[in-house]
């Protein structure tokens, strides 16, 4: 949510930058399974139509830093550090992104925007795959106009998050073990979030209405430019609400189109009963998953109380998680204390440790060049 954001930055300003790839290409190459992960109708399946449920986890950075001034990733991207992520049992990790870094706009400090950007989150997926982890990457931090994408706005600017998706989508054509999200979290309804136009959202200190572009222009943006993978749609209000997502989901020729909801602790929709009604309806019609959960959005609580319950109910229900987050922020959303020992930071880390110790995820990336296209 973009509250949580602003609270955290006290303590993502104190980050470390990280070295920037240059030399890589823009477009990911990666080999993978002759279809790579695809809807098969309510199950995510990898290439060989084994189920794959997302054991996972965020690794955010991304999406502040090159805004910031202070690199392109929050600590460490390199081969050390995502071994460190393998051994949790994780399979898949989110990659938050901005959109300004990306699009190289707005001024953002070169060393830290377009190629180099795009260079860099390229070489981490291909360093995922390497350790047969899925990738999912996420438009978070945006803006309007010529406002900086310093936070999460209501909702994806029509100026350029019609740009973003598309250079998103053509960099990742090939690749069939990522997941492309169009946006993270909405508080417009859910008629705007589809469609677009000017509504909800508000930008900058006076609160300006502003444009803004719907799911469907996104998947329409990213088939046009040749993706043909799995594309993650999040519910509306902050992602917690997936009540209209069946109604307004957006056409899909591909028939690719998978459900994300955002789950913590004090969120409207943070009880069994409440993902009964909400929730479960979608999962039995399409692929869901978490796609960011937690024990409270607030980063107050450092218990296990709420993550047992919704990975519980996602277990149940064959839904997928990534753990909110795998940051070194030492505080309670943060997973870990360090990046290359990987320790638990508080109680809710250790039990989703061992959480994933126990129910490693069904299947795993196919290690490149098992199966070929």
Not at 42 to 67: K, M, P, Q, W
Not at 204 to 225: F, L
Not at 241 to 249: A, E, I, P, T, V
Not at 297 to 325: K, Q
Request: proline share 5%.
């Amino acid at each position: 949510m973009p509250g949580r954001r602003i609270l955290l930055l006290a303590f993502v300003l104190l980050a470390g930058s990280a070295a920037i790839a240059l030399a890589q290409p823009e477009r990911s190459t990666t080999s993978a399974a002759a279809r790579g992960l695809h809807v098969g109708g309510n199950r995510l399946l990898d290439g060989r139509g084994r189920l794959v449920r997302f054991h996972g986890v965020n690794r955010s950075g991304t999406e502040y830093a090159c805004i910031q001034g202070d690199g392109i990733f929050d600590g460490p991207s390199d081969a050390r550090s995502v071994q460190a992520i393998a051994r949790w049992h994780v399979n898949a990790v989110r990659i938050p992104l901005n959109e300004d870094c990306w699009l190289g706009i707005n001024n953002v400090d070169a060393r830290y925007a377009g190629r180099n950007y795009r260079n860099a989150i390229v070489r981490y997926v291909q360093l995922l795959h390497r350790y047969r982890i899925y990738a999912e990457l996420s438009l978070m931090w945006a803006a309007p106009g010529a406002y900086r994408a310093t936070y999460q706005p209501g909702s994806p600017d029509a100026d350029h998050a019609p740009a973003f998706w598309s250079s998103l989508a053509a960099t990742f054509r090939n690749d069939r073990n990522v997941v492309l999200a169009p946006w993270g979290e909405t508080v417009v309804d859910a008629n705007c979030f589809l469609n677009g136009g000017v509504c909800q959202a508000t930008f900058g200190p006076s609160n300006t209405p502003y444009k803004t572009a719907g799911m469907q222009q996104a998947v329409n943006v990213m088939r046009k430019a040749g993706y043909r993978g799995v594309i993650s749609i999040p519910g509306i209000n902050y992602a917690n609400d997936l009540s209209k997502w069946l109604s307004h989901r957006p056409r899909d020729p591909r028939q690719q189109l998978i459900a994300e909801a955002h789950v913590y602790g004090k969120n409207p929709c943070d009880t069994t009963a409440c993902l009964d009604s909400t929730l479960a309806p979608v999962a039995r019609r399409v692929p869901l998953i978490f796609g960011e959960t937690g024990e409270t959005y607030d980063a107050s609580s450092c218990g296990s109380a709420h993550i047992s319950a919704f990975v519980r109910w996602a277990d149940a229900h064959r839904v997928g998680y990534l753990a909110w987050t795998w940051d070194t922020w030492r505080n309670c959303s943060a997973l870990i204390s360090d990046y290359y020992s990987a320790a638990p930071f508080s109680a809710y880390a250790t039990w989703l440790k061992a959480h994933y110790a126990r129910t490693t995820a069904a299947a795993r990336l196919i290690p490149p060049g098992a199966a070929r296209r």
